[in-house]
């Protein structure tokens, strides 16, 4: 929350190299199908929230931008590649799973379904593991060191020791 208790959220990219603050309350939040929306984000959709209404600061670093068609821009990381806006003349929205906490931030509609990948609805029902289960043939995962961004704002990124 903000002085004036307003709600505060924190996000970035995978690297770190670009962070970004909002304030104020989210508006809608939704997946977008759309084959556009595939390529932006290398992915079968695209979890987007718009922060219209709200106060959006870049607070490290700041997005590229591809100008994917004459009325919007995508924006994302310039060194790590990750998909964080959609920018149209009527506001910007923000990748969701982009933020610190994207627990909360639940979709409530689907646009673009003309192009939606034939096998998305079946993911639910795919066999499910979770990851270290993967360890007897990946045992790499034992000793794995993260070299992603917190989900936390940070003072000095990357640190400066890295194993
Ligand atoms: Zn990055
Ligand atoms: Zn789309």
């Not at 903000?2 to 939040?29: H, I, K, M």
């Not at 987007?48 to 490290?60: E, F, H, I, N, Q």
């Not at 068609?69 to 990750?82: L, M």
């Not at 003309?114 to 639910?124: F, N, R, S």
Request: aromatic share 10%; with cysteine; hydrophobic share 35%.
């Amino acid at each position: 929350m903000s002085l004036d208790n307003r709600p505060v959220y924190t996000g970035g990219c995978q690297c770190g190299a670009v962070r970004f603050r909002v304030e104020g309350a989210l508006g809608e939040a939704s997946i977008c199908h759309c084959r556009m929306c595939q390529k932006a984000s290398g992915n079968f959709y695209l979890p987007l929230v718009s922060v219209r209404g709200a106060m959006l600061d870049w607070t490290r670093g700041e997005p590229k931008r591809f100008r994917s068609s004459n009325a919007a821009w995508r924006g994302f990381c310039a060194e790590c590649g990750t998909p964080l806006t959609f920018e149209a003349p009527d506001g910007i929205a923000l990748a969701i799973a982009a933020f610190d906490d994207p627990t909360g931030i639940a979709p409530t509609i689907q646009w673009g379904t003309e192009a939606k990948l034939p096998y998305v609805d079946g993911i639910p029902k795919l066999p499910s593991e979770d990851t270290m289960a993967d360890i007897g043939s990946a045992p790499y995962l034992a000793e794995l060191v993260s070299y992603q961004h917190p989900d936390h704002d940070t003072d000095q990124w990357p640190p400066e020791e890295r194993p």
